[in-house]
């Protein structure tokens, strides 16, 4: 680099590159025409104070020979306007060309590109990899001429170097983690990376912090004891980032910090065990469900009666327990309802619960009635015990609302269909969280409401029943 | 090298150059057929020189004629002039050839001091031309001394160019105490006297890093003395600093004894410490005039009081410091005390919040006007509590991540279950019509 030239006064312009752009170069250098010795493009960037940013470049095809030198302009305008669509604040900066020397050519292309940009830089990558080593230089230029003959032009070197941007700079560190990894064994719950992981960065953090603070701290009492020279410089340095940390009595620090730390634990702890028991019940439900027998549409279970009353019963002595094990209280009110043998009651209007694949429920359940309250919250409590995640409770209340005043007016086209009032309701994975449940349970109510009103409004018969099914999708993993 | 020279045109810019040259001899000749006249003479001789590839001599020739070039010619032609000049003693090949045209190139350029920012320019040219250390030491030195004499015009440029560089500098070019020494103050030299703080700053440093250096040298050296003289007369002058860590180098301490400089010191020494009393006291005439102009005794009197601030809140730490303390400290009235530190936070030598009905100023961050025993002290205490407040958090950390791996391994244990088995009751149940149980 440059440390040796000493700038003139006012010049301090300096280069910074994106290693986006020495990839480019190097990579055109690789593909370049057989009987070319040399890549020469545009550097594309943006100029800050006397900061010279080279963001991006594209090659511009060229043919030179000892006597003349041929750039194909066209090919340069057309990329830089395309490029200009995309960026429209980067600016032709300058030009590149790989190579370890400057050639005589360069100063024809020097001026061709002064016409394109005040003070165009001239980057020269070395991509002979001469004394091992990749280096980059930046050149501006001056014209030499004695009154009107222009006799040289002086390429001076001016300081360049690469920068990272943040993004790049995250992205190459998660590549150096193995998050990119498609081993089995690296395929760990990437939805438990929560406390732990973060723990031990944070542990390896708190390492790191510890070991700087006792290498500045021995250098300090190195000088206090006078054993080394102190640099006044370092000294008000240390103070002044000392003064930054906020100074706390030792208890009330430790008392600060464990209450976080609990906190934080708490919240890990309460949501892993939700998991665990989402877990425990759909494999409980599931239990449940298969010692019901499957209904086929409109009939009505003679046979199986006493096997799918007994499998309510089951289910319903199993969410009495899972109620009392989690102190929910609705699956208590309903296990205890189920006790009290309602379940055998409603083997006409049974229901016919079926647990799809893991990440999808339907429930069908045909009402009747005084029941269908109680088959209702039985069935959102099958389904709510499958719902796991975050997810605005807002959102999921509005469109309950919005679902319940539909279906109440009916669906259109199907005025006097009376029998089967099938409610889909598809949950939008924003949707689908413990909460929102919890607010359609609180709706669903109103709604079967609502929904009998409108049948005994209709011509008479029997009252007919409505199908509710539940399609509650999980968002995937 | 970091300079490089590309032909544009078919003529050998060497001899283009000393043809244009060569013109200006032929002023004020009259011309004659037939006698060769200086210019041609001249040219001749150029373009022999430069056909042999004896660049040296070429330099030479050339060197003689600099001040024609700047008196005569135009800016730009001058500066293309002199540029191609550099150029060739790049050419020369042999290493000390290289030095002595470097050589004699640059003590043509600061023969005279008219055009003095060109010259200067065209000093840094040529010091960026030149491939080894100890050429570029001499070029710079010269630089050095020629942007001193010429200040006014040249000060900014120079310092612009080298400011920061020269520790760096003495490390590339390995170079010992006492011409590190003598580096040092000849750059300080340059800088002295400068109205903008980056400047004096580093002037402030230069003359630090020359006499912290363990140079077998006298600190009774005059140079020594005006140099510390110098710093010294720039922090009392610029209104913008208010550190000063020369106090206990031995090139400074012993100005004390100094003929005119004592006066001087003892000033520093009273403004320093924040000593409005003592500054008053010794504001006598020696020492304004040993500090030179721009030095006046309220410039002073506020100056100790900014610091006698400063000194006050950064003895207090992270803790607070009472109004009525200040204004003793001070030595003003009781309704100014709040405008002083309000100035203070605002050149951000100071952050801290004023609580004027309790009269306190909790500070929470302030500048130390001078770095010594007890600043240190105080540091290794603090840095003390940081380490074991660090480690505290760590142990803390530790003791937690136990507690919550056996929740954690419960949980996943669970998962795990589900997973392995809830595949098989999913498929099982979409059968319809099966019973179980």
Known sequence: MASTVLMPSGSNVSVKVHPVVLFAICDAYTRRKEHQDRVIGTLLGVVVDNVIEVKNCYVVPHNESSEQVMVDVVHHKTMFDLHQKVAPHEAIVGWFATGSELYNSDALIQEFYSKESTHPVHMVVDTTLKDDKFSVQAYTSRTLALGEKALATEFVEIPCDTIYGDIERVGTELMLTGFNDPSPEAKKDTANKSFSEESETLGASMGRLAELVARAAEYVDSVVSGKVAGDPAIGRYLADTLALVPHLARPDFERLFNESVQDAMTATYLSDLLRAHVALAERLGTAACLLQSAHADGGRSNGSDSSTGSGLLTCGWRAGILGLLRGHVFSLRVGCWALGGIGRLLLPYCSRLTTGCPTSVSVECRTAGTWRRVIAVLAVVRCRSLIVAEGSLQKGQEFCRGIVRQRVRGPEGNEGAGMQDVMVMNMPPACANAQCFRCMMSLLPLFFGQLCRGEKAKEGGEPSFSYVRLLGRLAAG | ?437
Not at chain 2, 166 to 171: D, E, F, K, Q, Y
Not at chain 2, 359 to 365: I, M, S, T, Y
Request: charged share 20%; net charge neutral; proline share 4%.
């Open chain 2, 1 to 437: 090298m970091p300079l490089h020279l590309v032909e544009t045109s078919d003529e050998d810019s060497f001899v283009s150059v000393a043809q244009h040259v060569s013109e200006l001899l032929n002023e004020g000749q009259t011309r004659t057929a037939l006698a060769d006249t200086p210019a041609t003479v001249f040219l001749n001789d150029c373009q022999n020189l430069v056909q042999e590839q004896r660049y040296g001599d070429y330099v030479s020739r050339m060197a003689s004629q600099i001040d024609a070039v700047y008196s005569k010619m135009s800016e730009k032609e001058a500066e293309c002039c002199v540029s191609v000049m550099v150029h060739a003693v790049g050419r020369v090949t042999a290493a000390d050839q290289q030095q002595k045209a470097a050589t004699t190139l640059a003590e043509a350029l600061c023969k005279s001091d008219d055009h003095a920012e060109e010259r200067l320019t065209a000093l840094m040219s040529l010091y960026g031309i030149l491939a080894g250390g100890q050429q570029q030491l001499a070029v710079l030195l010269a630089a050095a001394r020629f942007a001193a004499r010429n200040a006014n015009k040249c000060r900014s440029a120079f310092s612009a160019a080298v400011r920061g560089k020269a520790p760096r500098l003495v490390s590339d070019w390995k170079l010992g105490p006492q011409e590190a020494r003598g580096l040092y103050l000849a750059l300080a030299a340059a800088l002295r006297g400068a109205p903008d703080r980056p400047t004096t700053r580093e002037h402030l440093s230069l003359v630090a890093q020359a006499l912290s250096l363990p140079a077998g040298g006298d600190p009774q050296a005059p140079e020594v003395a005006e140099a510390a003289a110098g710093a010294l007369a720039d922090y009392l002058r610029s209104p913008s600093i208010f550190t000063l860590d020369l106090l206990p180098l031995p090139g400074v301490a012993a100005l004390a004894s100094h003929p005119k400089y004592g006066p001087l010191l003892a000033l520093v020494k009273a403004v320093l410490a924040g000593d409005v009393a003592g500054t008053r006291s010794a504001s006598t005439p020696a020492a304004l005039e040993a500090a030179g102009a721009g030095v006046t005794p309220e410039s002073l009197l506020s100056k100790a009081r900014m610091t006698a601030l400063l000194a006050t809140c950064a003895a207090a730490g992270h803790g607070e410091v009472a109004l009525s303390q200040l204004r003793q400290a001070l030595e003003v009235e009781e309704d100014q005390v709040q405008s002083w530190i309000v100035r203070a936070i605002g050149a951000k030598l100071l952050e801290g919040r004023v609580d004027s009905v309790r009269g306190v100023l909790a500070v929470a961050r302030s500048t130390h006007p001078a770095f010594g025993k007890e600043q240190w002290g105080r540091l290794a205490a603090q840095m003390a509590a940081l380490k074991e407040t660090v480690a505290a958090a760590a142990a803390a950390m530790g003791g937690g991540l136990s507690r919550c791996a056996f929740r954690l391994w419960h949980a996943r244990f669970w998962e795990e279950q589900e997973r392995r088995v809830g595949g098989g009751y999913g498929t099982y149940a979409l059968q319809e019509g099966t019973r179980v149980g």
